[in-house]
């Protein structure tokens, strides 16, 4: 296809910029070129501007060859790019759908573009003609979301084709939440298609919505000139590394979980009185219709929780967008709805930022999520895997720490953010078992008791035969867990024994989660504190 008729005249002249690494052989060693900092700390050196490993890593998923890809800070910037590629302020226009994403109007408005909206039917079908007869010879770019957002349905392919194969300019089909479809979308198309650009993210399904990548999939031409006229280092160094880690865990199962929990809300919220409608989805949402929306709203967001108010949108009067959430997140938002009294969850989400360190770290007493432990120290992660695996507590901890001085800064934040979860996300204590006592295992013994009763102190009758196990240097295990106890406000009795350190290490561990167990587990009719005299 020739795009030379709907691209801006000033960007098919554009030079873009190269930077010398682009333009010299491989093998290079010495990087003299970009006036970076030589002292090596990780991220003193300017990321690929080209992405070339996580675009390869794409191509793979998706299925779709990497000169047809584009990586942007989040679709957003590859829907501003849409704009300054192929739109003249002040003369073109572009046609929307409506309802739906409020950042292509947003994006028309600050590129000095008019935008066309054309209403969706009643049942939030596509109609093809409307959107053609709104088209003009200064039309440059069509916008459908699909599923769309906030009415959570699929656009039918028969009509996304018509307008594609009739419009001459670009059609973009955003499939933010094509992922929790049951249908495929257009990705695979796009050979069908030279004018459709396929917008994609891995903010929804693939959970990675603070990391802002976003993909647009489009003919090799298109993706050239999105790469030309975008910032060379859009994506940060740290950004793409932990994109392809995050990558190597396929989503699947938790989409699966997702897509059950939408049916479940959806089929609970048709039995409360007040609700009038709720809209079929293929997205991570629902559109519900309530008969006193603002009244919900806020009764809801008295209730901590939050929701989105879209009643003042075109065809959506009366609604609210319930995202999907967790099992027990979905059972609170019905219990508030219902009128019925709930309980808070024993969940807390904390960070702890120091000189050293850079900690986040969820916490849930009730097992909700699968945990996941990373603080740079691969010996101290599994331990800490085997804390929260016995232990029954989701635990989901990520560290930045300074491991080119030692591990004594990390092993010990971590220690005191952990305590001071666990004391945060059990409140009250009320109702707790307050006492664990447990006696592992194999060629190790390990006895470990807790009090979590307030005051904090460590008794530790531990000895290692090495300084080290590994890399990881046995002296820390005691400074662990005293500074554990400290920030859990806790009384920890730990003694073990043992012929071999790894085994002893593990079996403290093990051991001090089985105690851990016990003592937050809620007991039956029990509404107090346990004391060793009865009930405070």
Same mark, same amino acid.
């Given at each position: ?15 873009? &910029? ?17 006036? !970076? ?10 990321? @690929? $501007?080209?992405?070339? !490993?996580?675009? !390869? ?42 309802? *739906? ?33 709104? *088209? %003009? ?9 699909? $599923?769309?957002?906030? *009415? ?54 693939? +959970?990675? +919505? ?8 489009? #003919? ?16 940060? =160094? ?40 709720? &809209?079929?989805? #293929? ?9 006193? $929306?603002?009244?919900? &709203?806020?009764?809801? /967001? ?6 989105? %108010?879209? =009643? ?18 979905? @059972? ?12 808070? =969850? ?15 770290? @969820? /916490? ?16 101290? %992660?599994?331990?800490? %895997? ?5 232990s029954g507590v989701s635990i989901r901890l990520n560290v930045i720490g300074d491991l080119e001085v030692d591990e004594h800064h990390t092993v010990e934040d971590v220690a005191i953010i952990l305590g001071d979860a666990v004391n945060k996300a059990l409140g009250s204590k009320e109702g707790i078992g307050r006492y664990g006592f447990v006696l592992p295992m194999d060629d190790s013994l390990a006895e470990v008791a807790i009090d979590m009763g307030g005051r904090a102190w460590l008794n530790w009758n531990v000895s290692f035969d090495n300084n080290q196990i590994g890399t990881f240097p046995t002296e820390m295990f ?22 071999? #350190? ?27 504190? $346990?004391? *060793?005299?009865?009930?405070?």
């Amino acid at each position: 296809m020739d795009y030379s008729n709907i691209v801006r005249k000033n960007i098919q002249k554009l030079a873009p &910029y190269s930077t010398a690494r682009d333009e010299a052989q491989s093998g290079l060693s010495v990087y003299l070129d970009a006036n !970076e900092s030589p002292y090596e700390n990780g991220v003193n050196r300017y990321p @690929d $501007p080209k992405q070339r !490993e996580l675009k !390869e890593t794409i191509s793979k998923i998706k299925c779709v060859p990497s000169e047809n890809i584009f990586i942007g800070n989040g679709s957003d910037e590859a829907i501003d790019l849409l704009f300054r590629v192929f739109c003249e302020p002040g003369k073109d226009n572009v046609v929307a759908i409506s309802p *739906t994403y409020g950042m292509y109007k947003v994006a028309a408005q600050i590129n000095d573009v008019e935008y066309r909206e054309v209403l969706l039917e009643e049942d939030f079908s596509l109609n093809a003609g409307k959107i053609l007869a709104a *088209t %003009d010879s200064c039309s440059k770019l069509i916008f459908l979301c699909s $599923p769309n957002n906030p *009415t959570g349905n699929m656009l039918d392919s028969a009509e996304i084709e018509r307008i594609a194969s009739e419009f001459k300019g670009i059609v973009v089909v955003d499939e933010a939440y094509i992922d929790f479809s049951s249908e495929e979308g257009f990705l695979r198309r796009l050979n069908e298609f030279p004018n459709m650009v396929v917008l994609q993210t891995l903010s929804k399904a693939w +959970a990675m +919505a603070g990391l802002r990548i976003g993909f647009a999939f489009a #003919d090799a031409a298109i993706i050239s000139l999105l790469s030309n006229v975008k910032y060379p280092y859009n994506i940060g =160094s740290d950004t793409q590394e932990r994109a392809q880690k995050l990558l190597g865990s396929l989503p699947y199962e938790k989409i699966k979980t997702i897509k059950n929990e939408r049916g479940r809300l959806s089929e609970v919220l048709k039995t409360i009185p007040g609700v009038e409608g709720i &809209y079929e989805s #293929d997205a991570n949402f629902l559109l519900v219709k309530f008969k006193n $929306p603002r009244e919900v &709203y806020d009764k809801l /967001v008295n209730a901590g929780i939050v929701v989105r %108010d879209r =009643s003042s949108q075109p065809l959506c009067g009366g609604c609210l967008r319930i995202s999907i959430g967790l099992a027990r997140e979905n @059972d609170k938002v019905l219990k508030v709805l219902k009128g019925e009294s709930y309980t808070n =969850s024993r969940f807390v989400s904390l960070t702890r930022v120091t000189k050293e360190t850079n900690i986040s770290l @969820d /916490v849930d007493i009730d097992g909700s999520f699968e945990s996941k432990n990373d603080t740079g120290i691969p010996f101290f %992660d599994h331990m800490l %895997d085997q804390l929260a695996f016995h232990s029954g507590v989701s635990i989901r901890l990520n560290v930045i720490g300074d491991l080119e001085v030692d591990e004594h800064h990390t092993v010990e934040d971590v220690a005191i953010i952990l305590g001071d979860a666990v004391n945060k996300a059990l409140g009250s204590k009320e109702g707790i078992g307050r006492y664990g006592f447990v006696l592992p295992m194999d060629d190790s013994l390990a006895e470990v008791a807790i009090d979590m009763g307030g005051r904090a102190w460590l008794n530790w009758n531990v000895s290692f035969d090495n300084n080290q196990i590994g890399t990881f240097p046995t002296e820390m295990f005691r400074h662990f867990f005293y500074s554990l106890a400290i920030a859990m406000k806790s009384t920890i009795y730990i003694s073990a024994t043992g012929q071999n #350190d790894h085994h002893k290490a593990e079996c403290i561990f093990k051991a001090f989660a089985r105690s851990l167990k016990m003592a937050v587990k809620k007991e039956q009719f029990n509404y107090k504190l $346990p004391t *060793t005299k009865g009930i405070l």
